[in-house]
């Protein structure tokens, strides 16, 4: 399974952007995906996840609200739409992958892409 986050970019403090992870490999329906985020000098985060089934999914507290993960398992992508971004959302942001159910710990997950840049300016 491979994975390519892409969409990132530099914006303004309440804009929008949404990121795309795309998933090659077989059984993409059967894996539940990721968003992590990592800021310079912090360690890598969760955002948010949709299980395999797509009828689940887990936000952090710091997004929540604000942040809405989607996956379209017939063209294997699976979006991340970031609304009212806040400086604090500056991060490089990547998707990873886990077969079946997740606990969702960075350290869980089996497979991740590179990750892609965000920058929300103030």
């Known amino acids: 399974v491979q994975l390519q986050a892409s969409g990132g970019g530099l914006v303004q403090a309440g804009d929008s952007l949404r990121l795309s992870c795309a998933v090659s490999?077989?059984?993409?329906?059967?894996?539940?995906i990721g968003w992590y985020r990592q800021a310079p000098g912090k360690e890598r985060e969760f955002v948010v996840g949709?299980?395999?089934?797509?009828?689940?999914?887990h936000y952090a507290d710091s997004v929540k609200g604000r942040f809405t993960i989607s996956r379209d398992n017939a063209n294997n992508i699976v979006y991340l739409q970031m609304d009212s971004l806040k400086p604090e959302d500056t991060a490089v942001y990547y998707c990873?992958?886990?077969?079946?159910?997740?606990?969702?710990?960075?350290?869980?997950?089996?497979?991740w892409g590179k990750g892609t840049l965000v920058t929300v300016s103030s």
């Open positions: 949709i299980g395999w089934r797509g009828a689940t999914s």
């Open positions: 990873a992958a886990d077969p079946l159910d997740t606990t969702w710990r960075p350290s869980g997950m089996d497979y």
């Open positions: 490999g077989r059984s993409f329906s059967r894996y539940s």
